[in-house]
């Protein structure tokens, strides 16, 4: 069973998620911050002999449906080498059915992505 963690940048942290986790629940922002943190859970990941961690999943904001700003997230995201993709759209606070139109918002700027990649 893969093992995942998340957590924050604080040095013990990122080293316990190099030595044990399959791959990391990245929440840290900004994201050039998160290229330092990740290279620091490969350099564990290194020293406890194993290969780098395969996993890295990127927690993406959907702040007031700004597509441009969620574009160059993903932008951010790819550049990370992120495996995988969650939508936090939670803040600010929302009402269930807002969640959901943010949700399918993030959906719809991913498919056209993806397609035009294609």
């Known amino acids: 069973i893969p093992i995942w963690m998340g957590g924050g940048t604080a040095p013990r942290v990122l080293d316990r998620i190099g030595r044990i986790a399959d791959g990391w629940i990245c929440n840290t922002r900004p994201l050039d911050e998160a290229a330092r943190a990740l290279a620091i859970v490969h350099e564990a990941a290194r020293r406890a002999g194993r290969?780098?961690?395969?996993?890295?999943?990127?927690?993406?904001?959907?702040?007031?449906?700004?597509?441009?700003?969620?574009?160059?997230?993903?932008?951010?995201?790819?550049?990370?080498?992120?495996?995988?993709?969650?939508?936090?759209?939670?803040?600010?606070?929302?009402?269930?059915?807002?969640?959901?139109?943010?949700?399918?918002?993030?959906?719809?700027?991913?498919?056209?992505r993806l397609s035009s990649q294609s």
């Open 51 to 112: 290969e780098v961690m395969p996993g890295l999943q990127i927690n993406l904001r959907v702040p007031d449906f700004d597509r441009a700003a969620l574009e160059r997230q993903l932008v951010e995201a790819e550049q990370l080498g992120a495996t995988h993709l969650a939508v936090n759209g939670l803040r600010p606070p929302r009402t269930p059915a807002e969640h959901l139109d943010v949700i399918a918002f993030a959906a719809e700027v991913l498919g056209e």
